[in-house]
């Protein structure tokens, strides 16, 4: 959930001369950030109806599918970032380049909602391990969506490990090696479509990592573009054929099929109206950085939609809750850029301190991990 990069023959030339690889903001995939934040907007407001008005006309206007591809496409995202930031950045400065993009829209969500849920509800109940994002295996989360964002720390962990034992250029393998021990798992402990939050040693071998892993790796590995259409329609094939086969079977199709259209949205040249530099590719830009904002904040928003409008009809309290949640989003997704663009440059001046400031992190997250491993 960052500023999308170019990857293609950059990438390549990162990984052989070991010189960084510039980036360049992707519209494309600036409005596909948008649509993956839109389809879970769309998931939740029909499932908190049914949880908060007791009313199905959601839920039967709304496909199941949105939900879990929206993440995918997230996730594979990130995957797909981090293929290029892994050659262009040293550990410290990666991990906490992750760090202040993550944390400073999360906390400032969190602590409205925890207020406003206080002054509406007079709920007090605050999990210090849930707003910390650390794996803790616990579900006491404000915003209702930071498992995801656990998902993401520790896939940046992982990342960070790569670049801190400089095994980039042993990326490939060590990528299909973490997907043949999610495919092992996965025989032995087949997911539960009800269960989303893990113990700390599980974390890394649930099915749904086989985005970030398969979206980071594709573009290690396949050198010709990819024409977006075709891998649309492949995608589409793997979202309605994978979920007949079970929860993992599902998990895996969606993130191969989200890995292989973010790559060839990253690759695609065409319609410059829509993705290039004018109009078009502007809107979509400024969409693209409103969608974290829009990830954390619609779920609150939307239940105090549900709550306050008690008396206007399912259909009309559904459309309106989403309005809510993309106005709120667009003021908390210009502070998130401002925010994330101030602390991300205090991170590339930050000197000596960076080091120890990213040891100190890593520190509290292992410390986090082995207790709640130890006594859950």
Known sequence: MDEVLLHGQAVSDARSSRLPAGPKKLNSLQWLR????????????????????????????????????????FFALSGNLMASAMMRQKAPQFLLHRVVRIYPA?????????????????????????????????????????????????????VAGIIALNKQAEAVPILIGWLVLIVIN??????????????????????????????????????????????????????????????????????????????????????????????GGRLGNRLGNASYALYLCHVPIIRWTYFGFEHVNPQHIFFMAIAFAITGSLVIGALDVWMYGHMKGLVDRGGRWVSPTAAAFLAVFAAVATWSTIYG
């Open 106 to 158: 999360f906390l400032l969500c969190a602590i409205l909602t925890i207020v406003i849920n206080y002054l509406l509800h007079g709920d007090n109940s605050i999990d210090w391990r849930a707003i910390s994002l650390m794996p803790y295996g616990g579900s006491g989360y404000p915003l209702g969506v930071e498992w995801t964002l656990v998902f993401e720390i520790v896939f940046y962990v992982f």
């Open 34 to 73: 948008y649509v993956a934040a839109l389809f879970v907007v769309f998931y939740h407001a029909a499932g908190h109806m049914k949880m908060v008005r007791g009313s199905d006309w959601g839920i039967e206007h709304t496909p199941d599918w949105l939900g879990p591809a929206g993440v995918m496409i």
């Open 186 to 279: 996965c025989h032995f402990h087949p997911d539960d479509p009800t269960t989303n939050v893990f113990p700390p040693p599980q974390l890394l071998f649930q099915s749904i990592n086989a985005a970030f892993a398969t979206g980071m790796l594709l573009p290690l590995i396949i050198r010709f573009p990819v024409h977006p259409i075709l891998a649309f329609l492949i995608a589409v094939a793997l979202v309605l054929v994978s979920p007949q086969y079970g929860t993992v079977s599902m998990r895996w199709g969606y993130g191969l099929g989200a890995a292989l259209f973010v790559l060839s949205l990253s690759r695609y040249r065409g319609l410059p109206a829509l993705f290039g530099n004018g109009i």
